[in-house]
């Protein structure tokens, strides 16, 4: 009787020297060898056991199925053909080696399944079987065991997203570290959709521009829905807290969710040439938007009239610029007025610290009770006080908690610097508000009056316009000149 050997490898723990595929092969020719079995193929491949698909093993099946004399299927271990009982592959085998088409036999385990085996033999083979499944699955448990466990120490335990970078430390553990370069496109990006100037396709089209980064579509919607930006791995629907520098605030992550929603609700697509106010403009009579045309290499602007007649007028683009151009230039500030604020802001910051520390003392309390809260839940877990649903509803709660707090203390620690950043960006995009406006692209002055204006609208030859806070006070103020009010 001829016999085909099968060795297999699947863990790191396998391929150590005892149970090498060499080892393996070693073992079964000299089982072969003693028995007089001449060896008719050798198969070996690391592949796991556990899982329905396998490649390699179906192959070999086919490959024994097709035999027409009987043959002796030489394995070191049960384990090594299976770790699922349920697996057909096996049953088919047991099947025809109990009508004598074949023989199994485990070397290791001195089990020999043919057609004269006897009832407790084949209770000692679905034992052999059962414990072959118990070893996967126990491992499977301390591997779940194990990850959540680094989940829970903040660790990420797949390829890095884009901003992030996997490295190998000196000692061979493996860390998640920023990748600057990468890190300042994501942040643009948030920003820049965060506007809600940008259209995806816009949005593309400008990173490649200015930082040849080819995204499909799909990439970027899935990288401004990623939650890992502002400190949040999501893994199986649950979130844990993770430990590498966050690239971008909640606050900011909401905001380009909130613009996203907007997208959705009122899809506008901007075919063939971007037209400065396309999109930006709305009848003042029947509110729907205003259409941009272009006649004898001029464009102009005008309502559709869809829902009836009211004798809607064309402006020239030129035009239009030229009008929202005037509300630009209100917002100019005298530079004296503007060192006078600066100052005035100086001491208002004095007056900050205090109360600053008093929410930092609040929110740091908080956190460090939530932490221990969580430390608490996960040793009830393991020892088997609470349940694994009432586990997972009581960590996300706490967690969701955590991630608000964290939220305001950073929101705390940038707030020095926010508190001037604002106010001085304020002050500067004011003064500039008209050269920008004249100087941009299409796509900056879009975004430019979407900062400053809202309700943009036509009424007959004007374009009318509401100011946005805090830039609706400089305009009052420059009407009349009352910068000491």
């Not at 508190?419 to 003064?431: D, E, G, M, P, W």
């Amino acid at each position: 009787m001829k016999a085909i050997l099968i060795a297999r490898v699947s863990t790191e723990e396998q391929k150590e020297a005892g149970n090498s595929l060499p080892a393996q092969i070693a073992r079964l020719e000299a089982y072969c060898k003693n028995k007089g079995f001449p060896i008719m193929e050798i198969c070996s491949f690391d592949e796991s056991a556990y899982y329905n698909d396998r490649t390699e093993f179906d192959r070999i099946i086919d490959f024994i199925l097709s035999q027409t004399d009987k043959i002796a299927i030489c394995c070191d271990k049960v384990d090594r053909i299976t770790r699922n009982i349920f697996d057909t592959r096996i049953s088919t085998l047991y099947e025809k080696a109990l009508k004598g088409e074949l023989e199994l036999h485990f070397v290791s385990d001195g089990q020999v399944i043919n057609s004269t085996i006897s009832a407790v033999e084949k209770f000692q083979f679905s034992i052999n079987l059962g414990l072959a499944k118990y070893y996967s699955d126990a491992i499977s448990d301390n591997v779940k065991r194990a990850q959540e466990q680094k989940l829970r120490k903040g660790e990420w335990l797949a390829k890095a997203p884009f901003g992030y970078k996997n490295i190998k430390k000196d000692d061979g553990a493996t860390d998640v570290i920023v990748e600057e370069y990468q890190a300042q496109i994501i942040k643009k990006t948030f920003e820049l959709y965060a506007t809600g100037t940008f259209s995806m396709d816009l949005l593309l089209k400008k990173l490649k521009i200015e930082h040849n980064v080819s995204w499909p579509k799909g990439t970027l919607g899935k990288i401004l829905n990623n939650p890992f930006y502002y400190g949040v791995m999501l893994v199986k629907g649950k979130k844990y807290s993770h430990r590498y520098p966050p690239l971008i605030s909640l606050d900011l992550f909401n905001k380009v969710q909130q613009v996203k929603e907007v997208f959705n609700k009122k899809p506008v697509k901007y075919a063939g040439k971007a037209y400065v106010y396309r999109g930006l403009l709305r009848c003042g009579h029947c509110d729907l938007s205003i259409t941009p045309e272009q006649h004898k290499g001029y464009i102009y602007y005008h309502c559709t009239q869809y829902k009836g007649k009211h004798n809607a007028k064309w402006l020239r683009e030129e035009t239009i610029t030229k009008q929202l151009g005037q509300v630009f230039k209100k917002m100019t500030i005298p530079t004296k007025i503007v060192d006078e604020i600066v100052e005035n802001l100086n001491t208002l910051q004095q007056d900050k610290v205090d109360f600053y520390q008093r929410d930092l003392d609040k929110f740091t309390k908080e956190q460090k009770s939530l932490t221990k809260m969580l430390d608490n839940l996960y040793l009830d877990k393991l020892k088997g006080s609470i349940t694994e649903s009432d586990y997972d509803k009581f960590y996300q709660s706490l967690h969701d908690q955590l991630i608000t707090i964290n939220s305001r203390l950073e929101q705390l620690e940038e707030s020095d610097d926010n508190y001037f950043t604002t106010a001085k960006y304020v002050l500067s995009l004011a003064n500039k508000a008209q050269e920008l406006f004249e100087s941009s692209e299409v796509d900056e002055r879009r975004q430019l009056i979407n900062l400053l204006l809202s309700n943009v609208r036509v009424e007959d030859e004007y374009v009318l316009y509401d100011v946005q806070k805090p830039f609706d006070l400089i305009v009052n103020c420059s009407d009349g000149q009352l910068w000491r009010g």
